[in-house]
């Protein structure tokens, strides 16, 4: 048996594996996120590690096994500013963090956003580590003299449960680590005006590397010292191994609070885009990296929406049906998020908008209108980072057959569902498997079992809407950057 930890941004998910893939035993634990008035999101580490100890313990309990490895994936980028100890030295910022908007809009403005996108292949947002190091540089610069390391919420834990200061190389990725050589890139460092925090920087782990439990980390568990624990993938990548990506050009698309499109891409032929935007990601292969292009938001979008109009999850389903596609001519922009948007562009004054309303517009319409955006959202991110391949997808969203059918009518692609929620969980498993020297056959623990077709009748409408959606976009970001002047 193996436990995977899946450390979300406001849920943690533990699952029990045996060799198989069979999930034998669940639990899951919400974390606090603390969300100001002034766009700074943060959580506190100690809280985050208690979660974990409690979804391993119970799926121990659940199972009444102890365990081979304890593998962790989780949420990544934001910053995690951590002592020798693995202690906070100051409350962990959330990769939705928006803080350091007003400095990227500055360091776009600069160049310096292009010569780090021209070094790495990685856009700056505000919630990437780049920007957060930086304005705490100006703002706060008796943490970053307090810390001994600047890392992600894997690494965090990790260094909890075992003492080791070490970091996946797919958290790494971002944005400093050149995802070719999996080396920093000292260039892109000195472009931010941060080099003299390079040795705040972890050593990238080598891929699927074990470490152990200590004392510590052991007792918070209920495990015995020197299990094999490893860390990594994060969860973008963990949900690529989960899901079987194993073709160049396939894409993998997660439907959960943020909005993540990924494309499995052969090392030697990455490209850059004409905008710096989205993120070249490290795998457990060397071979391989994933073109990601994860916008902010995705099912956040809809639960801001479903609660301003009274509604609740449960009622998705009906409200999809009950508007037609193009939702009555109701149209909407999905930029919710406190610190803009990242991919396929980044602009920290993105915003949400809808338009097409009149008095004759129903909350189905207002609905439809934003989960059809969203997949628009899907669409423009996978075109961006190079989709050519099938489309697994996965998340909290997916689970809406009326809205996966919506993401394969925007996409014109069927939609590879898997019977099993946990992805990054599984990829986590996947790859401690594979670091104690098993032969996994990804095939078998990864295969989809439903398929979601576009439907031909459609097409058309949303073709057409589509095209709408990017020249509103055009209009809105020229809008959004007069704001910022």
């Not at 004409?274 to 995705?298: F, I, K, Q, Y």
């Not at 979008?301 to 193009?326: N, T």
């Not at 406190?338 to 396929?344: A, D, K, L, T």
């Not at 398929?451 to 589509?466: A, F, K, L």
Request: hydrophobic share 40%; with cysteine.
């Amino acid at each position: 048996m193996i436990t995977a930890v899946d450390i979300g941004t406001s849920l943690t998910k533990a699952a029990a594996f045996d060799d198989e893939g069979r999930v034998l035993a669940e639990a899951s634990r919400q974390s606090h996120l603390e969300h100001y008035p002034d766009g700074r999101v943060e959580q506190d580490l100690d809280d985050v590690v208690s979660t974990v100890a409690a979804v391993v313990r119970e799926v121990g309990e659940r199972t009444g096994r102890r365990p081979r490895a304890v593998a962790l994936t989780g949420q990544g980028d934001g910053l995690w500013l951590r002592d020798a100890r693995g202690g906070q030295v100051r409350p962990p910022i959330s990769w939705m963090d928006g803080r350091a908007a007003p400095l990227v809009r500055r360091w776009q403005r600069d160049g310096v956003s292009r010569r780090v996108y021209e070094r790495t292949g990685n856009g700056l947002f505000p919630g990437s580590q780049g920007p957060l190091l930086a304005h705490l540089r100006e703002h706060e610069p008796e943490s970053l003299r307090a810390a001994e390391v600047a890392g992600y919420c894997v690494d965090a834990v990790l260094q909890v449960l075992t003492g080791e200061i070490s970091v996946d190389a797919s958290d790494a990725s971002v944005p400093f680590l050149d995802a070719g050589t999996r080396c920093y890139d000292d260039e892109a460092l000195r472009a931010c005006g941060l080099e003299e925090y390079r040795h705040l920087l972890p050593k990238p782990a080598r891929p699927r590397q074990l470490f152990r439990l200590d004392a510590h980390g052991a007792e918070l568990l209920g495990l015995p010292e020197g299990l094999p624990v490893t860390a990594g993938p994060f969860d973008l990548p963990a949900c690529a191994v989960g899901g079987g990506l194993n073709r160049f050009g396939d894409g993998l698309l997660i439907v959960g609070t943020t909005l993540a499109c990924q494309v499995l891409t052969e090392t030697g032929t990455r490209r850059w885009q004409d905008e710096p935007s989205g993120m070249w990601l490290c795998t457990p292969e060397e071979n391989e990296l994933l073109h990601g292009m994860p916008a902010m938001v995705g099912t956040a979008g809809l639960d801001w929406a479903l609660d301003l109009l009274g509604l609740g999850i449960a009622d998705l389903g009906a409200q999809l049906e009950a508007s037609p596609p193009g939702a009555n001519g109701v149209s909407a922009l999905p930029f919710l998020a406190p610190g803009g948007e990242r991919s396929p562009f980044v602009d920290p004054g993105a915003s949400g908008q809808l338009s097409g309303v009149r008095l004759g517009t129903t909350r189905a319409d207002v609905v439809r209108a934003v989960c059809e955006s969203v997949a628009y959202a899907a669409r423009h991110c996978f075109e961006a980072a190079g989709l050519d391949g099938r489309v697994v997808a996965c998340g909290g969203g997916t689970r809406s057959q009326p809205w996966a059918q919506v993401f394969a009518d925007v996409l014109g692609r069927s939609l590879h569902l898997p019977d099993d929620p946990g992805m990054g969980a599984r990829g986590a498993a996947v790859t401690a498997a594979r670091a104690l020297g098993d032969t996994v056959d990804s095939g078998e623990w990864t295969l989809p079992t439903r398929e979601v077709t576009p439907n031909p009748e459609v097409r058309q409408r949303y073709e057409d809407g589509y095209r709408r959606y990017l020249r509103t976009l055009a209009s809105m970001r020229e809008l959004w950057r007069e704001r910022a002047d």
